[in-house]
Structures are given as C-alpha cells and as structure tokens.
C-alpha cells in the first residue's frame, strides 16, 4: 500500500455564487441626474463665460456640490447577499454578515440593528407615509366582504388581488431582509465582523469645495 506525499487539505464550504440584491430609490436615481445635469451646466457656463471671480466661485460650487449631490441620490443602496447586507450611506458604507443582525426595522425610517445595539440607517430605502396610507386603503378595499376579484388594467387580476396583504415598497422590502435574516443568521459562512468604511471619496472634494468656497468669502 502506498501513502500519499502530502495531506490532502481540508474541504471548504463552497462560495455563495447568487448574486446580491440591490435596492436603490428610483426616485432619488432621477432627482439626483437631474440636478447633476443642471449643476454641470451652470457651473460650467460660469467657468466658461464668467468674469472676475465668478469662474472661481463656480468652480467651488461644482466641487461642493458635485459630490454632495451625488452622496444623497446616487450613491445610497443597499445589497442584500447570501452572506452578509451591504449597506452603502451617503458618507460611509457597513457590511454586516447575517450572523451579526440582529434585526431590520421599520418605523419612520428603515434600519438594521447590529448584535451590538449600533443602528445603521438604510438610506437606500426611504420610508414613504403616503405609499403606507395609500396600501393600507387598497387592503381594506381588498378586505370587504363579498368583493370579487376583478381584472386590473390589461386584462390579469387587478394589484389588490394577489395572495398575501398589500404592503408599500419600502415595507415589502425590509419584509424581503428579515426573511434572508431569518434563512441566513445562522448559516456558518454568514458569520464574522461588521465593518465601516468611511467615504473618503466623497468627503475630501466636499471639505476642499466648501475651504475653498470660504476662502473666497472671506478673501472677496
């Protein structure tokens, strides 16, 4: 009988290959390209055709504002893997593995607590009172005895018949992370520590646009 040269390495779990789920605003997506473009604009007219100090205080208030504007609309999201929730904030970004949520909570605003008690905004995932009232009141229509089914606009059952009560998007989505919470708290490769990054990238151009904004102030 013959014996190996070597030991064989111990197996290893195999890698999650599921893709993460992204859950951006739509809302904040559009505003945030919209004012991009109307600040480029400017600004860059400013550059271009003004005189004195005006290129300069332009060029200030693109450097403050670009990357502002870009913190608040295009850069929140959240990412929901197998292993651990992402979730990117206007100034900083966390990951959480499963393992160290302790819960996703909805009231005023969206939230995930750690296992250690720190509560981290999903800015992401605003919260809206009016989709709230707005569901609630195609539950209760849903709701009413003796209501039949209905077909919606083009020619399937309407919105307020699908199985399950009706909930406003930003609710159905935190349902969506508690269930993975639910499903991966536990799972060993979901385990480990939760970190923070700070967006330095954003921060920097913001403090130089706003020294620089000020200089010319006070220098003016």
């Known amino acids: ?17 599921a893709r993460d789920l ?3 605003s739509p809302l904040a997506l559009v505003a945030g390209v919209l004012l991009l473009v109307l600040i480029g604009w400017l600004g860059i007219d400013a550059l271009i055709g003004g005189h004195g100090r005006t290129p300069w205080f332009a060029l200030a208030g693109l450097i403050l ?13 959240v990412l929901a893997g197998e292993d651990r929730l992402r979730v990117r904030n206007p100034f900083r970004s966390v990951s959480l593995p499963w393992g160290e949520v302790a819960s996703v909570r909805s009231g005023y605003t969206n939230e995930v607590i750690a296992n250690s008690g720190t509560k981290y905004q999903l800015w992401a995932i605003p919260v809206s009172l ?10 209760s229509k849903a709701d009413r005895p003796g209501r039949s089914g209905g077909f ?3 020619g399937g059952l ?17 349902e969506d992370l508690r269930a993975t919470l639910e499903r991966r708290g536990k799972a060993r490769t979901a385990q480990g520590e939760v970190s923070v990054r700070w967006a330095y990238e954003v921060i ?17």
């Open 1 to 17: 009988m013959t014996t190996p040269d070597h030991q064989s390495p111990a197996p290893q779990p195999p890698a999650s290959t």
């Open 204 to 220: 920097a151009p913001t403090i130089a646009g706003a020294v620089l904004l000020l200089v010319l102030l006070a220098t003016g």
């Open 130 to 139: 009016r989709d709230r009232k707005k569901a609630a009141r195609r539950q």
């Open 65 to 77: 504002l670009v990357p502002l504007v870009t913190a608040f609309t295009l850069r929140p999201a």
């Open 22 to 24: 992204i859950y951006r």
């Open 152 to 154: 919606g606009l083009f």
């Open 158 to 174: 309407g919105a307020d018949d699908h199985d399950g009560p009706t909930r406003a998007e930003s609710d159905r989505i935190v």
